[in-house]
């Protein structure tokens, strides 16, 4: 069959134009977007069919950027320093300049939350490599782009409240360079969740080379021992979470009461989280979560225990009252 003749037989198919793609009805995933920023465009949208990067942009075809997720409640953004001081070190380990527009970061945050008009939302910062070409050069992209994205925050009460399961990932855990780099090329992560859901499970746990806890495709992971001792991964094969940084502070207000006797990193054989107290799961978009299953080994009671609901208590009162963490939106 020659292209000619498969051009002759074939349904035609459009040429667009751009009144075609932008009068396009809504997608219903669409709901969830507030707005974006973009420095490609040099300014905010709230049209999700606005919002756009080119698919030259390395980031698109090569997954050559790095990217953040902050949350903002009640019109305060909730640990910003600490978000952007890691974004800087993921981009600097990459070797990707930051955009011109860093030095106004705080700024563009601001004002594209201000537009999406939602004091309870995601902010999803993105550092590409920007547009350039089609290669694997990193030097064919002139300069580093920057985009903002604001989403609602999906509900966990049903998993908050209930608790969630997990299995073993069988997918390979990334090398311990890549492991602290907030890269956007999540393939292995990507693995991870469908696992998960094969499995009718909420989350996968990757193991390291060695059998030890690593880390969940988003989630960061905590046990407590038959002895209360809150225990979390080591750093040098996992993602430096900052829920989970924070958490590991807040845990000493437990040890100081004596719901725990102490909290601290280390080594973990799965054998040890199947006999543990309890697990959590921690993460920037629904902070602490209970684990009551793990590869269908039923953890403690097989409800959401003590320390679990003392973390979120201490870890909900520092989303809404610490000062020192909380950037406000807002002038009220």
């Keep these: 069959m020659t292209l000619n003749h498969v051009d002759r037989t074939m ?11 932008f009068t396009q009805d809504p997608k219903p995933w669409h709901s969830n977007y507030l707005s974006m920023y973009s420095s490609v465009l040099g300014g905010v949208v709230k049209d999700p069919l606005l919002m756009t990067i080119p698919i030259d942009d390395h980031m698109v075809h090569r997954g050559d950027g790095v990217f953040e997720v902050i949350k903002c409640k009640e019109g305060k953004i909730y640990q910003l320093d600490n978000h952007l001081e890691r974004l800087k070190k993921s981009a600097a380990s990459i070797f990707l300049a930051l955009p011109k527009c860093w030095k106004d970061i705080k700024i563009i945050i601001n004002q594209t939350i201000r537009y999406g008009e939602e004091r309870n939302c995601l902010i999803r910062l993105f550092i590409s490599r920007g547009p350039g070409g089609f290669t694997i050069d990193p030097l064919e992209c002139p300069e580093s782009q920057l985009y903002v994205v604001t989403t609602k925050i999906p509900s966990y009460a049903e998993k908050t409240k209930k608790g969630v399961s997990i299995i073993t990932s069988s997918v390979p855990i990334k090398p311990s360079y890549f492991a602290n780099i907030k890269s956007c090329n999540y393939l292995p992560n990507v693995l991870m969740k469908r696992e998960a859901i094969a499995a009718s499970v909420d989350y996968s746990i990757a193991l390291d080379e060695r059998g030890f806890l690593a880390e969940g495709s988003t989630e960061s992971i905590g046990i407590v021992s038959k002895d209360l001792i809150l225990k979390f991964p080591k750093f040098d094969r996992v993602l430096r979470g900052i829920t989970l940084s924070r958490v590991y502070d807040l845990a000493y207000d437990l040890v100081r009461k004596g719901t725990l006797n102490e909290v601290l990193f280390c080594d973990i054989k799965k054998e040890e989280a199947y006999d543990s107290r309890e697990i959590i799961l ?15 080994h039923k953890i403690g009671n097989g409800t959401p225990g003590k320390v679990y609901k003392g973390l979120r208590t201490l870890l909900d009162k520092d ?3 610490n000062d020192q963490l909380l950037t406000p939106v807002w002038d009220d």
Excluded: A, M, S, Y
């Design 11 to 21: 349904t035609n198919i459009k040429l667009l134009r751009k009144e075609d793609i």
């Design 282 to 296: 921690l993460g920037t978009t629904f902070d602490i979560l209970p684990v009551i299953q793990f590869d269908g």
């Design 319 to 321: 989303l809404r009252c």
